[in-house]
């Protein structure tokens, strides 16, 4: 069983689109997260809810909007894609708290054309 | 904001030596993670120390931390070309307030081990 998955695994797409990218948790986690892994492979955070409340909310264009519906999912909307957009984008989630491990879904690669 | 930095970017390897990796960070933590990061693949979490530990085991790896010097180290023994990958440490940086998890990431060491 998939702990954390995402779907698309890979999304192409024109500049100007508008895409949504989808994750789910069967792990029981409260809080979940979105991070950006850049062509460097630097990993930067993005979002965080915590019970489908909005926890972390870094700097980032107000085009990329998440969801949680419920606190097993959470969903990123991205609106207007810009080429810069491309990357790979990583759902994780974790028990609510510190000193907690994050797992992580397998990415949703996102190209621009 | 804070940013870890690891060291080597890249390290290779024959299958059983040992490989070490470094993290330093800038300010205080509740603790550190490292995380490996198979290619096409999520990050998979390997270990979590303590900001008030010093030593961490957990089969091959052993993980140090001294705050004192704000640094990190990853010892995997007696590799296996499996363990070919990324390696990334990652802080939960302290604000005195409450944690959320909000990870810090290194940019990573890639590890080769050559059978």
């Known amino acids: 069983d998939t702990a954390v998955s995402q779907t698309p695994k890979y999304l192409v797409t024109q500049m100007g689109n508008d895409k949504s990218i989808k994750c789910e948790q069967n792990?029981?986690?409260?809080?979940m997260y979105w991070y950006k892994q850049d062509s460097k492979k630097f990993l930067k955070i993005m979002f965080s809810?915590?019970?489908?409340?909005?926890?972390i909310n870094e700097t980032v264009p107000n085009r990329f909007s998440p969801k949680s519906p419920d606190k097993a999912h959470l969903n990123l909307h991205i609106n207007s894609l810009e080429l810069g957009d491309s990357a790979v984008y990583f759902c994780a989630s974790g028990k609510q708290g510190s000193n907690q491990p994050q797992h992580f879904g397998d990415g949703t690669r996102l190209s621009i054309l | 904001s804070q940013q870890g930095e690891e060291d080597p970017q890249a390290l290779s390897i024959q299958e059983g030596e040992n490989a070490t990796m470094n993290c330093s960070y800038k300010t205080s933590i509740n603790n550190l993670q490292w995380y490996r990061q198979n290619s096409g693949r999520g990050l998979v979490h390997l270990i979590l120390?303590?900001?008030?530990?010093r030593e961490k085991h957990s089969g091959r790896l052993r993980v140090t931390l001294d705050t004192s010097k704000k640094s990190s180290s990853l010892l995997i023994t007696a590799s296996r070309a499996a363990d070919t990958a990324s390696y990334f440490c990652?802080?939960?940086?302290?604000?005195?307030?409450?944690?959320?998890?909000?990870?810090?990431f290194g940019q990573g060491t890639i590890l080769t081990v050559h059978p």
């Open positions: 809810y915590n019970n489908k409340e909005l926890i």
């Open positions: 990652a802080t939960d940086y302290y604000d005195g307030g409450t944690s959320y998890g909000k990870l810090t």
């Open positions: 792990l029981g986690h409260d809080t």
């Open positions: 120390i303590r900001s008030n530990e």
